[in-house]
Structure formats: C-alpha cells, structure tokens
C-alpha cells in the first residue's frame, strides 16, 4: 500500500490522481509471510460494525451521494498510508515482524509502542460502509472496499489497543501477557489488510485514472487554467514517483536510476511548476477561479511545490554527476527541499496535503 491520493476540484466534477510512495508499507508488506498459520480476516471478529452483508433494502445513491462517497474513499487511502502505516512502522521498529508470538527486536529494550487510530477515520470508513451497503448496483471499487472492511478494522481496533497498552506501560505490569495477545491479533489480519488494501487502491487509482482524463478536458472548457495547471504538476510529480518506485530507487542507490525514464517526465513537471509560479503573481486570475492567496493555503502549495521541485533537481544533478547522496542528505529526509528522493516524497506529500485542503476550504 503505497499510494497517496489527490482531489481534482472544478466547479462541476471532482476526481484524483495517485502517487507511489516507497516506506514502511512496502517493508511491511513483503515480511508477512504468505503461508502464516495465523494469517486472514475471517479468523477475527471485526470490532465495528461487525454486521456486513447486504442490506435489506438497496437503492441508486443520488449524484451527490456517490461523490461524498468517492471522495470518503479517497480520504481512507490517504490514512492508510498515512497514519495506520505510521502506526504499523513504529511498532515493528520494535517488534520482530517475523515472529507469530512477541518477540522484541532489542531484547534490552523493554520499550515499545504505536501510534493511535483517531474516531475521525474511524468515522470516514464508516461513512463509506453505509453509503456503499445500502447500493443496489455495486463497483468494483464498491466491491474492494467492502473486502478490506473487516481486515481495517480489525487492525485499527489492535492498534489502538496497543497504543492505550503502551501508553499506560502495562506491560510492566503483566509481563507483556496482553503483547502477546495483541500481536496474535494483529498478525491474524495484518496479511489480509495488506492484500485487500493494496486491491482497493490500485482500483481507486484505476477510477482516478479514468476521471482524470474527463476533468481535465472540462477543465480546459471552462477555462480552469490554473486549477488543471496544479493537477498537471501533481500528476507528474506522481508519474515520476511512481517510475523511481518501479526502478527500486531510492537514497541509497541513486544511481541505479535510469535517467532516460525520468528526465522527460521532470522536463514537463518543471514547465507546468514554472507556470504556477507565474499564476502566483496574477492574483486576479487566483480568484477568478475561487483561490486566494490571503487564505495561506495557497502560499503554503506554492512554497511546497518549489520545495518538492528542488529536491528533485537537486538529486538528478547528482545522479548526473555520477555521485551519491552524502549521509547528511540522507539523515535530512524528512525535511522538504533538500537533496534526498525522501525530501521529495515528504515535500510531494506536503503539495498533495495542500490541495486537498485549499479545494476543500
């Protein structure tokens, strides 16, 4: 589960686009072992909502139902790989991920923890299930979300149980009695969250695809320039994700990188952030189009687009001169605008956050 996902806002029709991200979903993923004996869902009862078959009475959602639904999908991709893989990476920093029982990877450290799960999301897949079980005519899409239903919740309810565990150091007191427990459980779905929610994401993303291409035809007739402008930058910034993704570049091996591959797409991406960097200075034709610099999020996609386009330059001038990342550029990748691919994710992240706020302000 890699891939985050973007809002695409007209005055008529809404869509996305999704990037490729390389971290800890796909560590995750390829350390559970396909043949666990304590792998699936099916062996764990879902702590919310645990009633999923169809309802009894279906219906056609309205229009406005099926976006608010569409776009519910696109904020449960965002936390998946966002704060339920952040919480799955902290854990199994410190916990042996190969292991069915608990086992610490520093047996000298009796620490370990994850991250909370908040209502919010918990709410948004909610939100999701209502709409979709009460349709009559389902989408594929509609049919993977409701296949991964069980398994994120169950790993949801898990680690925010562990979170509540750790924070409390309870298991100081019970001598890791419920670790154990808790890791049995989440072992137990972790395999089929993983498998199911990699299968709803490459069917958003194929959705996205599709309605990408009728937005930005609409966008272009009702004269939306900047707003097809931002998502053109974006979609590339994506593109060249995801091809680093497939290429299996990252910091470490920058020079594994096929520059052939990349070089045309980041062309086209610095010519379309070139362009936003012009509408930037025209603040009649921003609100022509309904965005305004006095609200900040403007200001903060501009200074993020500019940080993500620097890093990116500044990583292929390496690679151009045939030299690696240094171990500062490295240790600095959470920090948007420095030389790493890992500052440029963060920073494409932080672009992507942006629009998903400015559209929805």
């Not at 497939?246 to 952030?273: A, R, S, T």
Request: proline share 1%; charged share 30%; net charge negative.
């Amino acid at each position: 589960m890699r891939r985050k996902t973007t809002i695409i806002l007209t005055a008529l029709i809404m869509a996305c686009s999704v990037t490729a991200c390389q971290g800890a979903a796909a560590s995750i993923s390829n350390s559970v072992s396909g043949d666990s004996e304590t792998s699936g869902a099916g062996t764990q009862e879902s702590t919310v909502s645990a009633d999923t078959e169809e309802a009894d009475e279906t219906r056609t959602l309205s229009e406005t139902e099926e976006q608010k639904l569409y776009n519910t999908y696109i904020d449960i991709n965002n936390f998946m790989v966002d704060r339920i893989t952040d919480s799955l990476e902290r854990y199994f920093y410190y916990v042996d991920i190969e292991q069915e029982e608990f086992t610490l990877l520093d047996p000298d450290d009796d620490y370990f923890s994850c991250y909370s799960i908040a209502d919010s999301y918990i709410g948004d897949i909610e939100d999701a299930y209502e709409l979709v079980n009460g349709k009559g005519d389902k989408s594929k899409l509609d049919e993977t979300f409701l296949e991964m239903y069980p398994s994120i919740n169950a790993v949801i309810s898990t680690l925010n149980e562990i979170e509540t565990y750790t924070d409390m150091k309870s298991y100081l007191d019970d001598d890791y009695e419920k670790a154990k427990e808790y890791h049995a459980e989440l072992m137990s779905v972790l395999e089929e969250y993983i498998n199911t929610g990699d299968a709803f994401m490459t069917e958003l993303d194929a959705v996205a695809r599709e309605r990408r291409e009728e937005s930005y035809a609409q966008m272009k007739e009702e004269g939306f320039e900047v707003a097809y402008t931002m998502n053109k930058a974006i979609d590339l910034a994506n593109e060249i994700a995801e091809e680093l993704y497939n290429q299996e570049v990252w910091d470490d091996n920058i020079l594994d990188m096929d520059l052939e591959k990349i070089q045309p797409l980041y062309d086209e991406f610095v010519g379309y952030v070139d362009d936003l960097l012009a509408f930037d200075e025209d603040e009649e034709k921003l609100n022509a189009e309904g965005l305004y610099k006095n609200t900040g999020y403007w200001s903060w996609f501009i200074r993020d687009m500019k940080n993500t386009k620097v890093s990116l330059t500044e990583v292929l001038q390496k690679v151009e001169n045939g030299e690696e990342l240094s171990q500062t550029d490295q240790m600095m990748g959470n920090i948007a605008g420095n030389c790493s691919l890992s500052s440029f994710a963060t920073g494409l992240s932080a672009v992507i956050d942006d629009y998903n706020r400015m559209v929805s302000y």
